[in-house]
C-alpha cells in the first residue's frame, strides 16, 4: 500500500511519457535529416513544441550520463 512499495514493485509512477522511444528517433531525423524546425517536427508527432525539446534535452543529457 502507498507508493514506496509499488516502487520497489517496479511500477510506474506518474504521468506517463508523451513521446516513446520510437517517437524520438523520428523526431531527431525529421529535424537533422529532413531539416524540419522542432515546432514543424512537433506538429507531425501530434505534441507541443516544448514537450519534444524538453524530451530532447532530457534525452541527450542521460545518453550523455
Not at 511519457?17 to 520510437?22: G, M, T, V
Not at 531525423?29 to 524530451?55: C, N, P
Amino acid at each position: 500500500e502507498g507508493r514506496a512499495p509499488a516502487r520497489k514493485r517496479g511500477a510506474r509512477i506518474g504521468r506517463p511519457p508523451a513521446l516513446s522511444q520510437r517517437d524520438i528517433r523520428k523526431a531527431r531525423h525529421l529535424i537533422e535529416q529532413k531539416g524540419l524546425s522542432a515546432s514543424a517536427a512537433a506538429r507531425t508527432l501530434g505534441v507541443a513544441r516544448w514537450t519534444l525539446v524538453r524530451t530532447l534535452r532530457w534525452h541527450e543529457a542521460a545518453v550523455a550520463s
